[in-house]
């Protein structure tokens, strides 16, 4: 006589369903690119934050910050390990301007985001809404802006709004 030992059926709890960040986030982590300029993204992000802390610690000390430092007698040095990118005209450190240059580069960046999506938003939901003759205003508006050069529309822009 034989017995036979049978399996204890297992009861599954249910997953709690996926989330658009978690299915997001699975679809970027399958791509070996996506990963590397997430990285990249990150590496440039932490250099912005440390360049704000840099600048907002000089300018609560009123002291003259490192990456505005004037050395005449060091002009044009060639990239050393005291200046890895070299020096400029006035002697100022390359390397640390380009660090500050990043923290200008996101805070532009964030600025026109955040300027730029309402009001896409705005015209989108408009056109959306009202449909034929409001799209086709909207659409040609665009085109229209879009034709414009950008460093012309800047200047257009500036001229506009006057020094500040």
């Not at 990043?102 to 989108?124: K, N, Q």
């Not at 034709?147 to 500040?164: N, R």
Request: one cysteine or more; hydrophobic letters at 50%; aromatic letters at 14%.
């Amino acid at each position: 006589m034989s017995t036979a030992v049978l399996p204890i059926p297992v009861t599954q709890t249910p997953e709690a369903p996926s989330t658009l960040w978690q299915i997001a986030w699975r679809q970027i982590r399958r791509n070996r690119m996506a990963i590397i300029c997430l990285g990249i993204i990150a590496f440039y992000a932490c250099v912005a934050v440390y360049a704000e802390s840099v600048y907002w610690y000089y300018r609560v000390k009123q002291e003259q910050p490192p990456y505005k430092a004037v050395e005449f007698n060091n002009r044009f040095a060639t990239p050393s390990l005291r200046h890895p990118l070299g020096t400029d005209a006035l002697g100022r450190d390359v390397f640390l301007q380009v660090i500050q240059g990043t923290r200008i580069a996101f805070e532009v960046g964030i600025l026109t985001s955040i300027i730029a999506i309402p009001i896409a938003v705005i015209l989108g939901a408009l056109a959306g809404y009202f449909g034929k003759r409001i799209d086709d205003f909207i659409v040609w508006l665009y085109t229209v802006f879009d034709s414009v050069p950008y460093l012309l529309f800047i200047l257009a822009v500036a001229m506009v709004v006057g020094k500040g």
